[in-house]
């Protein structure tokens, strides 16, 4: 993922609501989302080249979603691990969240650089191996995208706002109204870009919610609205301005 936006025990219905757009390079062979025949517990797109994924809940409830570190001197790592792994290694598994983010501070440097969340159901924590603290998420609204959580660029700016407004707005459809704020492809102002080693011409590419260039953008939004006896996950994956939609909705016990 490239962009998640999140409320955590906000709304009074779901415990969890997460709106997350997946970037990446359009030739990047990816299965939409659906029960893997290898691991029938996890629900989750999945990156075919690497064999994990960037989000997905599990049959008993967890949660697990990831975004990249941009840092230019990575992006071409060689001997690095999978990062997808780190969801489907939680989702597939038992452990706490704060436990399985306790193991993962000495293997750090195994991974190009990460933003990671889960979810056991008990408690939702973070880790990026950039900072090398793992720290639980406290109630409220919180974003991240390309650096660590909650660092203000624009579309976490954007997406936390556009989240809190449509929670207080109490939408009648939810799910659309997220699936609507995702999105936003208008770039920041200038003024406003974050300076990634990029250049100036790839920060306003990559500023808005929604991206679109020439071989890269958001391949896929994903909505997922997590309340204590049930769960919904709605993907919608895009080719152009047309989408192909899949939903599912798990009973939780």
Known sequence: MCLIVFAYKVHPRYRLVVAAN?????????????????????????????????????????????????????????????????????????????DYMAGLVSTGKLYPGYNLLVDDGKSLYYFSNMEGVAREV?????????????????????????????????????????????????????????????????????SPLFIKSEGYGTRCSTVLLMGDEELSYTERVYDGEEFAEKRFKLPLS
């Open 22 to 98: 997946r970037d990446e390079s359009y030739k990047r062979p990816t299965a939409a989302a659906d029960f893997w025949e290898d691991e029938p517990r996890i629900l989750a797109g999945r990156d075919l080249e690497k064999m994990g994924t960037w989000m997905g809940v599990s049959k008993d409830g967890r949660f697990a979603a990831l975004t990249n570190y941009r840092d230019p001197k990575q992006m071409n790592a060689v001997g690095k691990l999978s990062r997808g792994e780190l969801v489907a290694g939680f989702l597939r598994g038992g452990m706490a969240s704060a």
């Open 138 to 206: 406290k109630p409220g609204i919180h974003g991240v995208s390309n650096h660590l959580l909650n660092t203000p660029w624009p579309k976490v700016v954007r997406g936390k706002k556009g989240l809190g407004e449509l929670l207080k707005q109490d939408a009648a459809d939810l799910e659309q109204a997220l699936f609507d704020l995702l999105r936003h492809a208008e770039p920041a102002p200038d003024l406003e870009l974050p300076d990634t080693g990029i250049g100036l011409e790839w920060e306003r590419v990559l």
